[in-house]
C-alpha cells in the first residue's frame, strides 16, 4: 500500500516543468527568473532580481490600456466612417469633371472581338457518317469604338 493520507499542507515551493515537478532549488538564482507555483494558494509568482512589476500591476496596466483604446476606436469611428464614404463618393460619383466621368466618356481601354470562323470541307462525307474535316478561318478582329455625348434636359 501507499503513504497514509494526512491532511498536512505542503509549504515547500516546486518549479513547474513539463510533464513534472521539481523542487526549488537556488543554483545561479540571481541570474534566473523562476515560475513559481505555491500549493498553499493557486498563485502564480515571478521570482527573479529585477522583478518590479507584479503580474497583477501588469494585468491591470494592459486592461486600462486596451479599455481606453476601445473607448477612442468607438468615438472615433463614427468620423472616419463618414470621411470615408465622402472620399469614395467624391471619386466614383459620375459626375461632370470627376475621374470616373472622363474615364466613362472616353474610355482608356479599346475592346476587341476575335472571331474564328470553321469551314467543314467534307460536307457529303458528314452525313454519310465520316468524321468532319475543319478548316480554319480567320481570327476577324473587330474594335468597338464607344462614342457617347451628353443628353441634358432643355426645362432644367
Not at 523542487?23 to 534566473?32: D, F, I, K
Not at 486596451?66 to 469614395?88: P, T, W
Request: charged share 15%.
Amino acid at each position: 500500500m501507499g503513504p497514509p493520507l494526512t491532511a498536512k499542507k505542503s509549504v515547500d515551493k516546486y518549479v513547474e516543468k513539463d510533464p513534472f515537478l521539481a523542487p526549488l532549488t537556488n543554483n545561479n538564482a540571481e541570474h534566473t527568473k523562476i515560475l513559481v507555483k505555491s500549493f498553499d494558494d493557486d498563485r502564480l509568482l515571478i521570482h527573479g532580481p529585477t522583478t518590479s512589476f507584479s503580474l497583477h500591476t501588469m494585468s491591470l496596466v494592459t486592461g486600462t490600456f486596451l479599455i481606453v483604446l476601445g473607448l477612442v476606436c468607438f468615438v472615433v469611428s463614427s468620423q472616419l466612417e463618414s470621411a470615408f464614404e465622402h472620399l469614395v463618393q467624391s471619386h466614383t460619383a459620375l459626375s461632370y469633371g470627376g475621374p470616373m466621368f472622363t474615364a466613362w466618356f472616353t474610355p482608356p481601354i479599346v475592346p476587341l472581338l476575335q472571331v474564328f470562323v470553321y469551314n467543314i470541307t467534307n460536307g457529303p462525307q458528314v452525313l454519310e457518317g465520316a468524321d468532319p474535316v475543319t478548316e480554319e478561318l480567320g481570327p476577324y478582329v473587330f474594335s468597338a469604338t464607344h462614342i457617347r455625348s451628353l443628353v441634358q434636359d432643355e426645362d432644367s
